[in-house]
């Protein structure tokens, strides 16, 4: 089966401007999760989709948002680059069985810079 | 709030010799623990995990939830054991998907 996709590979913005990232899960999968990773800061939770809806959040500003669509596939959005934004986004899918221990699959990620 | 530390940013071992890569966490409920690991040029994936209670490629990793620690082991390791380790928790809970990391430790295997 195909692995967890994401579409853009590399992206180059300048401040002020805003990005949309997107994710495509496992075929199956029904929970998408996004992460931020950057070197000072390591690997952070971003946001939890399941069903269309948000079911966890990490602690980002409101410009990081993101939605998932009936098919899974899940985008997110960053309002008013910051330099700071600067990361590795990943995304993971699970197939959300309800059972906790659930492995989480990673996509390659997008680079982002802001310039 | 949960929390993973990776004492070890990087971990240098000669091919064959033991390796232990350190991981403690802080969490007040019943966490899950995980071990992830990145490759070169390849994507994260996950190594093993502590409900499975199974070795992978000759690691295994115990919770210790006196120490709070899941600290990953190999009796002998391989060159193919270079890559990045990472530790996670999740805070457990039906529908609870949220991965806390820590920030990773560096295993470079000397042949």
């Known amino acids: 089966k195909a692995g967890v996709t994401q579409t853009p590979r590399y992206l180059i913005k300048t401040r002020g401007q805003q990005v949309t990232l997107s994710c495509s899960p496992i075929?199956?999968?029904?929970?998408v999760s996004w992460y931020q990773q950057t070197p000072g800061q390591g690997l952070q939770f971003l946001f939890e989709y399941f069903s269309e809806t948000q079911r966890n959040k990490g602690n980002f500003p409101g410009r990081f948002s993101g939605r998932q669509f009936s098919n899974s596939r899940s985008e997110m959005n960053v309002s008013t680059l910051e330099l700071g934004d600067s990361a590795l986004y990943l995304c993971?899918?699970?197939?959300?069985?309800?059972?906790?221990?659930?492995?989480?699959?990673f996509g390659p990620g997008t680079r982002l810079t802001v310039l | 709030a949960q929390r993973v530390t990776q004492p070890e940013k990087l971990l240098s071992v000669f091919k064959g010799a033991p390796v232990e890569l350190k991981c403690n966490y802080s969490y007040s409920g019943s966490p899950e623990l995980f071990w992830y690991v990145q490759y070169s040029r390849q994507r994260l994936q996950l190594l093993l995990r502590?409900?499975s209670r199974e070795s992978i490629k000759g690691f295994t990793a115990d919770l210790n939830k006196g120490e709070t620690s899941f600290h990953l082991k190999k009796p002998f390791a391989q060159e193919e054991d270079s890559a990045m380790y990472y530790c996670a928790l999740s805070r457990g809970g039906a529908g609870s998907y949220q991965l806390t990391f820590g920030k990773g430790t560096k295993l470079s295997v000397i042949p």
């Open positions: 502590h409900i």
């Open positions: 075929s199956g999968h029904r929970s």
């Open positions: 993971a899918s699970s197939f959300a069985s309800g059972n906790q221990a659930d492995t989480q699959y």
